[in-house]
């Protein structure tokens, strides 16, 4: 079983999302453990604060070094293995191969900025690896965490209802799929391909194998380069 611990100040965030569909049901099938750790609740300040103005001066808040490495040292005393997980517009871009890389992990601590970020010193400190969503800044790394789990969790073996459907995805092969048809093979006038109905399952492998070169050529040449 993998363990994911996530650090946030907004835990209210995850529910919703985690509580749905395969998410849930890879934690109901004990694939995956996922606790949420509201930083606030391992403040020492009365009033539950996190963040303080940054040092030399400029806009808005950054997290305190003091509830942080609260909160790490608790989870790291009983998973010193566990590897923890900064996301933050800096990092290393997230891409598939980082997401099978990460199914197979035992135990992720997951760390959500806000604000301005986090005090360097826990970067420096605390943190094994920088993850980025993209290049575009968010308010928070709630979204860009729940993002890392998703890819993570359905790559994970039992959780998806067909062993073969992560196979088959986009970025598998450095390919992107090839198109899906579904009922009915006639929808006013628009047919669907008909070597999808042949029965032939050869000929269907081929013709899939080809649209997605076509596809992946037109699209992403880029992953196709990336392959040389
Ligand atoms: C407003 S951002 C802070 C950006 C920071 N001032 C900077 O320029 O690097 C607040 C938090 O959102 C999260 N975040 C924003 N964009 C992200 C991205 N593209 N990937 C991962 N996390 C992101 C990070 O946790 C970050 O600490």
Redesign the pocket.
């Known amino acids: 079983m993998l363990k994911i611990d996530i650090i946030t100040i907004f835990p209210n965030i995850f529910e919703p999302i985690l509580e749905e569909s395969i998410l849930k049901r890879a934690q109901q099938k004990n694939k995956v453990k996922i606790t949420i750790y509201n930083l606030r609740d391992y403040s020492d300040d009365p009033h539950r604060k996190v963040d303080d103005r940054p040092f030399g001066g400029g806009p808005g808040m950054v997290i305190r070094p003091e509830p942080m490495f609260n909160v790490l040292e608790r989870i790291k005393k009983k998973s010193p293995e566990a590897k923890t997980i900064l996301?933050?517009?800096?990092?290393a871009k997230f891409e598939q191969r980082e997401a099978k890389r990460l199914s197979k992990e035992k135990h992720l601590i997951l760390i959500?900025?806000?604000?301005?970020?986090?005090d360097e010193r826990i970067r420096e400190e605390l943190v094994d690896e920088e993850?980025?969503?993209?290049d575009?800044?968010?308010?928070?790394?709630e979204l860009?965490a729940l993002i890392v789990v998703d890819a993570i969790i359905r790559l994970m073996p039992g959780v998806l209802g067909h062993e073969d459907s992560a196979q088959c995805d986009t970025f598998q092969d450095n390919l992107l799929e090839h198109p899906q048809y579904t009922r009915p093979a006639d929808y006013k006038g628009m047919k669907v391909p008909k070597v999808l109905l042949s029965g032939n399952h050869k000929l269907i492998k081929e013709w899939r194998k080809k649209q997605a070169l076509l596809r992946t050529k037109k699209r992403r040449p880029d992953l196709i380069k990336g392959e040389e």
Do not use: F
């Open positions: 996301l933050t517009p800096q990092g959500c900025g806000h604000y301005e970020g986090i993850i980025s969503i993209g575009y800044i968010l308010t928070g790394g860009p």
